[in-house]
């Protein structure tokens, strides 16, 4: 049965994969003769043993979602870089080869683990509302949102973040150069790759966004269509601002001539964004948040990310429930899985947002005895509709685009980073003469209370739209240890599904003792309170749905959630692997 399981599982994700981006998605034990071949080679399954095989390596390992960016960050460590140089480097190079989510023009968040010193930490470098900004933006007279103004101008854009968070790393904990680790993303930037089938697909998706902006469409568009796959991308622009930031560093970027080039492209578009927002961008170094996990420490990233403390949140209500016992994906796991989202969710709504703005029950929402609390409320059998759920009350216990990578080195550093320009290619603008795109991360905040951003979260007070403010996010990345080292490190993008994904990650990993490939190859499922319905994605057994919706839950069969990219560390080296979901990222060790 689980042979047959495992089987229907690969056959069923690939399917979701075709459906979802609209490229073939080539089985491993089959001929692979598709554009995503290279990539593909980290997707082996082995028919005779039923088993999905990592990616091995003994030195240091990189997983990404575009397979140059793993290279870039593969090629930092063979030359004598550690972990945060390496991840440094990516985050450059995935700006150039993976414009709709890498970026230098948004912002996110970096949890590394520090060899030398034994230590965690968690870098902030979220984008910022600006100084003009006020809670009623977004609102027109009569009170109503404005569709599309969060998202889609220049109202929409936050004070970037990446640039300096990147450039704080590398100082405190990078051993290299910033223009060492620059080069590669500007070679490829300045010479230019092969489209492949994903961005293609991605850029003919987003057509009419970005064809509205005239820089952007001189960057992505020939012959007034979206580039093809195949295509030459060249970035001269984006060439010209990396080599600035690597000659000059983040100054560049936030006081010289591409701060000067961002500030006149909203001055001619009414945009907010000034030169005293740039200059007064700070990245924020936190105590990351930890829990314990069935033996395990679970370290990571604390609020504006509502990730890590639902993370952990979650983790305390599952602990107490046999899931190894009850199987992966069972009908029971699925149902103990779903009750604890839709608490998490809830609580979510009402508590997270910028800690340096509202008071956040941190302590308590990541209580064992909270997590018991909540846990009495789980019935065994029913299902709790969401309308019963109201966000808890956790003060008495207090004592598609983002993109994710992970990196580990053989010094036993550690660094997961989740960054993001919101939406696909973000706002669509390009700042005139920088070649980089803005984001739209505006519309994290809350708009409106209790009006749906856009994946369809509720957000209230906590998140309300504030000068210099951060909006919340659902950015998860994360280290596990064990025995105090670094044995996991995990993290995924996909908007609300964020948070499951990760948490499923782990369970996998710890609960079901499955390998990194197993892992996150297994479908996902996803519930966040509102709206009232259990997202699962294809592959699940006829019979397990069956069950669950007999138990009363609406189940909705949609598109593959979180592109998951993960290593665990072994006795003798690296296991690793990058999410089939999207063919182009690619697992890389030495």
């Known amino acids: 049965m689980k042979k047959f399981a495992k089987k229907c599982l690969f056959s069923s994700l690939a399917l979701s994969i075709t459906v979802a981006l609209g490229t073939p998605f080539a089985m491993a034990n089959q001929p692979t003769a598709t554009p995503s071949a290279t990539a593909l080679a980290a997707a082996r399954y082995d028919s005779e043993k039923d088993i999905f095989h990592p990616i091995y390596a003994k030195n240091g390992m990189v997983a990404s979602e575009q397979g140059l960016a793993s290279e870039v960050g593969a090629q930092i460590l063979r030359q004598g870089g550690n972990a945060v140089d390496a ?41 910022t509302a600006p100084l003009k900004a006020d809670r009623n933006m977004f609102l027109d007279k009569d009170g109503n949102v404005i569709n599309g103004r969060s998202l889609y101008s220049h109202f929409a854009v936050g004070v970037p973040g990446t640039v300096a968070g990147m450039e704080y790393a590398l100082q405190k904990w990078g051993s290299m150069s910033l223009a060492q680790v620059l080069a590669p993303a500007i070679q490829l930037a300045e ?65 010289g001539d591409i701060a000067k080039k961002i500030v006149a492209e909203m001055e001619k578009h009414q945009g907010l964004i000034s030169l005293d927002d740039l200059k007064g961008y700070k990245v924020i170094e936190r105590q990351p948040i930890e829990g314990e996990y069935r033996g395990y420490k679970v370290v990571t990233m604390p609020p504006p990310s509502s990730g890590g403390i639902h993370l952990v949140q979650m983790l305390n209500i599952l602990e107490r429930y046999p899931l190894a016992e009850y199987g992966v994906n069972s009908a029971k796991t699925i ?4 009750e604890t989202m839709k608490l998490a969710y809830a609580d979510r709504s009402e508590y997270l947002g910028d800690p340096d703005f509202v008071k956040i029950p941190v302590k308590g929402l990541t209580s064992k005895k909270y997590a018991d609390h909540l846990a009495e409320g789980i019935s065994e059998t029913q299902v709790k509709p969401s309308a019963e759920i109201k966000p808890g009350k956790p003060q008495p216990y207090e004592s598609d685009q983002t993109t994710h990578f992970s990196v580990m080195d053989k010094a036993g550093n550690a660094v997961a980073v989740t960054y993001t320009l919101n939406f696909n290619f973000g706002s669509g603008i390009v700042a005139e003469g920088t070649g980089i795109l803005l984001n739209d991360e505006m519309d994290d905040f809350s708009a409106k209370p209790g009006v749906p951003n856009g994946f369809g979260l509720i957000g209230g007070d906590a998140n309300a739209i504030a000068p210099q403010k951060r909006p919340l996010s659902s950015m998860t990345p994360t280290l596990v240890m064990k025995d105090n080292k670094p044995w996991l490190v995990t993290g995924s993008p996909g908007g609300s599904r964020i948070i499951t994904t990760v948490l499923q990650s782990i369970v996998n990993t710890v609960d079901h003792k499955m390998n990194p490939a197993e892992a996150i190859v297994t479908p996902r499922v996803h519930h966040q309170w509102l709206p009232d ?38 006795e003798n080296g690296f296991y690793g692997y990058s999410d089939p979901r999207n063919p182009e990222g690619k697992t890389v060790g030495y």
């Open 335 to 338: 149902h103990y899985l779903a």
């Open 87 to 127: 991840a440094v480097a990516v985050g450059f190079a995935l700006a150039v080869v993976l414009p709709n989510a890498g970026n230098i023009g948004g912002g996110g968040f970096m949890v590394l683990h520090d060899a030398k010193s034994g230590a965690n930490y968690a870098i902030d470098f979220r984008e």
């Open 191 to 255: 010479k230019g790759f092969t489209v492949g089938p994903i961005l293609a697909n991605t850029l003919k998706t987003e057509k009419d966004n970005l064809a509205q902006w005239p820089q952007t469409k001189a960057i992505f568009f020939k012959d007034g269509e979206p580039l093809q796959e195949g295509d030459l991308l060249v970035q001269k622009d984006l060439a010209a601002s990396l080599k600035l930031i690597a000659k000059e560093g983040s100054k560049a970027f936030y006081e």
């Open 533 to 570: 319905e259990l997202r699962v994605e294809e592959g699940l057994s006829p019979d397990t749905l069956s069950l669950l919706q007999e138990q009363g839950y609406s189940i909705k069969e949609k598109a593959p959630m979180g592109r998951v990219q993960i290593i665990q560390a072994g």
